[in-house]
């Protein structure tokens, strides 16, 4: 089929082309993409380019990575039960926020860009420890190297979850817009699950394809798209309707699904704003910190369980496991041939009565106990 392209396509092709810096091949490349018509005929040239963004993006967060020479302080070390990044624009109240709920003492101030280096703090929420992260500043185009460059996207990419941190008295719905862009540029991709497709490499059988009819691009894209890869032996297992992009994502494990939520901070300039904010969950800032914690705890969709054993107390440490864990999960986590073992469990806390016998995949709730029967 033939690609049809426009005009303007030649002429941002011709931009691309004249580019000297890294930022001006990214800003034709993106342009290049926007551009081309997305229909059969395109699809092979959408894939190039995209393919050629993420080069070229990659090159710039190594370059910079390289020129500032201070690569190791981004990376914060995880501790706790989860990281959360707390990523706004500059001003936002990032360092207020981390005060208030941590013991650490970030600079705060009212000019932009007053925190340089992602800055990590522990907050205690009754008996676990969730570790905060103030990333530098996001701004418009950061996921082109603007504004601080492409470092605090690398340092939000590697946290467990993303708190926006929103200044509710300077158009909210407008940072948060931003903010997400940039977040999904960077390949953050929020409250999103990822798609139900497994790629097992092997050492050799070809190539098996199952739920290939759910691939936008069907057997021949998949196959041409492993061979651009260099995959000549692998399991594919696709459960759900997906297109080439987001396999090709996949292969090259460029993005990353992270749980998100709103921080609107300085409501006290701004009160009644939360409402109209969308599609997050917004947490205002201004509420007292223990109130602050659990709200905060209870949108990173983890529960915490404790464990007895028969005639015993519970654990004071609680495990913390995903929402929606079993008593299966649960064993899993301790050993994997707890789970083997398993007989029978006990729960007390979310069942109707203490103790109650339940189902090794019975759905535990935040606080309950659990006993463990093998
Ligand atoms: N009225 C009001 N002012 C706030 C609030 N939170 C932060 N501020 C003010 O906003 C300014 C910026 O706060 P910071 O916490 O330094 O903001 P930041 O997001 O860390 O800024 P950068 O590190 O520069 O990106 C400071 O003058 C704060 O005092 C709030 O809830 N209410
Ligand atoms: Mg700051």
Not at 3 to 31: H, S
Not at 101 to 112: G, H, I, K, N, Q
Not at 282 to 309: C, H, M, N, Q, W
């Given at each position: ?39 059969k005929g395109t699809e092979k040239l959408l894939r190039m380019l995209k393919r050629r963004l993420a080069k070229l993006r990659g ?71 969730v570790q905060l992260v103030e990333i530098p500043a996001l701004v418009e185009g950061s996921s082109l190297g603007r504004g601080l ?226």
């Open positions: 089929m033939p690609a049809n392209l426009p005009p303007e396509y030649f002429k941002a092709e011709q931009r691309y082309l004249q580019a000297k810096t890294l930022e001006e091949k990214i800003r034709a490349t993106e342009e290049l993409i926007r551009i081309a018509p997305k229909h090159e710039l967060e190594e370059r910079e990575r390289r020129r500032g020479g201070r690569g190791p302080s981004f990376a914060v070390k995880k501790e706790g039960c989860a990281q959360v990044a707390l990523v706004g624009l500059p001003n936002s109240g990032k360092s207020t926020l981390l005060r208030k709920l941590t013991a650490a003492r970030p600079e705060v101030a009212d000019y932009p860009f007053t925190t340089r280096l992602p800055v990590p703090g522990m907050m205690e929420y009754e008996d676990v420890q460059g492409a470092q605090p996207l690398s340092a939000a990419r590697n946290a467990d979850a993303i708190a926006l941190v929103v200044d509710a008295s300077s158009d909210p719905q407008r940072q948060l817009e931003i903010l997400v862009r940039e977040l999904e540029e960077g390949g953050i991709r929020l409250n999103r699950s990822p798609p139900r497709v497994t790629i097992q490499r092997r050492e050799e059988g070809g190539i098996v394809l199952r739920g290939e009819e759910l691939v936008e691009g069907g057997r021949e894209g998949i196959l041409e798209l492993l061979r651009e890869h260099r995959i000549h032996n692998a399991l594919v297992v696709v459960e759900e309707r997906v297109d080439l992009r987001t396999l090709e994502e996949l292969l090259e494990g460029s993005v990353v699904y992270r749980p998100c939520f709103v921080l609107l901070t300085k409501t006290d300039l701004s009160p009644g704003t939360a409402g109209g904010l969308g599609p997050f969950r917004v947490i205002d800032a201004g509420r007292p910190p223990e109130e602050l914690k659990r709200e905060i705890f209870r949108s990173l969709g983890l529960i915490r369980v404790y464990t007895k054993k028969p005639n015993e107390e519970p654990s004071r440490e609680p495990l913390v496991l995903p929402r929606g864990s079993t008593p299966r999960d649960v064993a899993r986590a301790i050993h994997k041939e707890l789970e083997r073992e398993l007989r029978a469990v006990r729960v007390w806390g979310s069942t109707r009565f203490p103790g109650q016998w339940v189902p090794r995949d019975y759905p535990l709730q935040d606080g309950d106990v659990v006993e463990l029967h093998t």
